[in-house]
């Protein structure tokens, strides 16, 4: 399976940015997330969704960000508003597929498939 990412960009803080990782073919279990790493930081868990079921967020961006895949299974999608300049990453989708544990139990590194990243900058 092979992620791409788009839709990041510069928007000062307040603003909102959508990001989108289309599949190259539909997930219909697993778990697939997204994920921002910062300069000089760790890749940090956002949100995290099971196929067709639960989501969980990072307390950071709770109430701010929302992720949703659509109904043909190949494209997952970011919702951001309220942007912060702690925001400022490099976002990441990935997918661990055909996966029947608890997604909320897995790090970065247990993620199968990853896109190449998305820039999103936020100015103060």
């Known amino acids: 399976v092979q992620l791409a990412e788009s839709g990041g960009g510069s928007v000062q803080a307040g603003g909102s940015l959508g990001l989108s990782c289309e599949a190259s073919e539909s997930i219909y279990r697993g778990c697939m997330g997204w994920f921002r790493q910062g300069a000089g930081k760790e890749r940090d868990r956002v949100a995290i969704i099971r196929v067709g079921g639960s989501i969980r967020y990072a307390d950071s961006v709770k109430g701010r960000f929302t992720i949703s895949q659509d109904n043909a299974k190949k494209t997952l999608y970011l919702q951001m508003s309220g942007l912060k300049p702690e925001d400022t990453a490099m976002y990441f989708c990935?997918?661990?597929?055909?996966?029947?544990?608890?997604?909320?139990?897995?790090?970065?590194?247990?993620?199968?498939?990853w896109g190449q990243g998305t820039q999103v900058t936020v100015s103060s």
């Open positions: 990935a997918a661990k597929l055909a996966y029947g544990g608890s997604c909320t139990s897995l790090s970065a590194r247990d993620y199968t498939y």
